[in-house]
């Protein structure tokens, strides 16, 4: 990974660069356990779903911040007003609107649980 630099600048702010799963930041935490740098990358991915914007590689990074504990507290500042908020997260629409959105909302939960729960 050395001459990639840091995983926080993989992401490029859209999660391209970790691929459609957010896998790359997932696989430098697992591995290495390295959440110094798997956070901020991770972050960067899901940074504009306070927003309103959703996109498919968003939900796999809340996932795997969710796993995370305590170090994904940046995570959970950022995302602790989405259950409130009225709009509908989706990148797809009709039905599948329905499902992505409610999918999003049940891992920011369980990310704001996780790291209530390791403080």
């Known amino acids: 990974m050395g001459s990639r630099g840091p995983p926080s600048t993989w992401a490029g702010g859209d999660g391209r660069a970790l691929g459609q799963d957010g896998g790359g930041a997932r696989a430098v935490a697992v591995t290495g356990g390295d ?3 798997a956070v901020p990358a991770l972050v960067d991915v899901v940074r504009k779903l306070p927003d309103g914007t959703y996109l498919p590689v968003m939900l796999p990074a809340v996932r795997h911040l969710a796993r995370m504990g305590e170090a994904a507290a940046p995570a959970a500042r950022l995302l602790q007003g989405l259950p409130s908020d009225d709009r509908r997260l989706y990148h797809f629409g ?19 649980a996780g790291v209530a729960g390791a403080q």
């Open 94 to 112: 009709c039905r599948r609107g329905f499902t992505e959105d409610e999918a999003v909302r049940v891992a920011v939960d369980e990310l704001l």
């Open 35 to 37: 959440t110094d740098s």
